[in-house]
């Protein structure tokens, strides 16, 4: 199977350009609204819905903001020392998502301070929310033709044409001169969006369908995400930068996912026990 030929550039107006990469995170951050908003009508909603429109204004921030931070920390740091202007240029791709992950949660700290909210509150409202734009995300690196995952003979593996996609051939599979199309790979991008969107977004949505323990609701969105993107990035090609950090299989991603499935375990064993205590 064959990449497609998709244009990263949605409409060119010249001095503007409009990237579907851009566009992913609006949809996202549109799908987390709406579907906040209706959270927020429920009896046990924590928030009123003038609340959450003021949360997604700083979760917005923290999500750009760390996720930029993020990446320039844990994947670029070294380019962006010879380029530091590399920092702004967002369009051109490189987000994080555990720097956008710090940043959600400063930003859910400020708010939660400044409302007279508990910390865990605000973010088990929110945690159902966030693989919408996990989602949308993955998508968009998809038609970026980015994060690409191993070689691979099944039969969804896509080959991607080496004239546009050069530092993919040369610098990471290190592909012979000439050579016009890669070997077939996984699309990484797509099994992220399908665990860390669609499936986390389900078991999330259903676990917090009712009343759960504070800080349950976190805990579980951490294992989720942690455990989804620590398998999935065994067929990840690792950035060629990095190559694998450890035992000649642990890539960034690992080392950065493994803290939250301990600290997830973590919250979801406080909060029971503290229901538990509660209740006795």
């Known amino acids: 199977m064959q990449y497609p030929d998709i244009d990263p550039v949605l409409l060119d ?7 579907w990469y851009g566009l992913m995170y609006l949809v996202g951050f549109a799908g987390g609204w709406w579907l906040g908003r209706w959270r927020t009508r429920r ?4 928030l009123s819905p003038q609340q959450f429109d003021d949360l997604l204004f700083y979760l917005a921030l923290g999500v750009i903001v760390g996720g ?3 990446y320039i920390l844990f994947y670029g740091f070294d380019a962006w020392l010879q380029d530091p202007l590399r920092l702004f240029r967002v369009w051109e791709g490189g987000m994080s998502f555990h720097g956008g992950l710090l940043g959600v ?3 859910a700290l400020w708010f939660a301070h400044r409302q007279g ?11 159902p929310l966030f693989p919408i734009g996990l989602f949308t995300g993955r998508i968009g690196n998809f038609i970026n033709g980015e994060l690409w995952g191993r070689p691979s003979d099944l039969p969804w593996a896509m080959q991607l044409k080496c004239t546009e996609f050069y530092s993919l051939c040369h610098d990471k599979l290190r592909l012979p001169p000439g050579t016009e ?14 665990l860390e969107g669609v499936v986390l977004f389900a078991v999330l949505w259903w676990y917090s369908s009712r009343p759960r323990p504070r800080m349950a609701v976190s805990g579980l969105f951490l294992i989720g995400y942690g455990t ?3 398998l999935v990035e065994f067929v990840r090609m690792p950035d060629a930068h990095l190559g694998y950090l450890a035992f000649g299989w642990l890539t960034m991603g690992q080392l950065l996912s493994a803290p939250m499935i301990v600290a997830g375990f973590i919250l979801m064993a406080l909060a029971y026990r503290k229901r538990h205590e509660t209740i006795s």
């Open 105 to 107: 949660l400063i930003a």
């Open 43 to 46: 009896s046990d909603s924590v």
């Open 117 to 127: 909210l508990a910390f865990f509150a605000v973010t088990d409202f929110v945690a």
């Open 228 to 230: 989804f993107r620590f």
């Open 13 to 19: 107006l010249g001095v503007l350009k409009v990237r």
């Open 181 to 194: 199309l890669t070997p077939p790979l996984h699309p990484n991008q797509l099994y992220e969006a399908l």
């Open 68 to 70: 930029r931070l993020g």
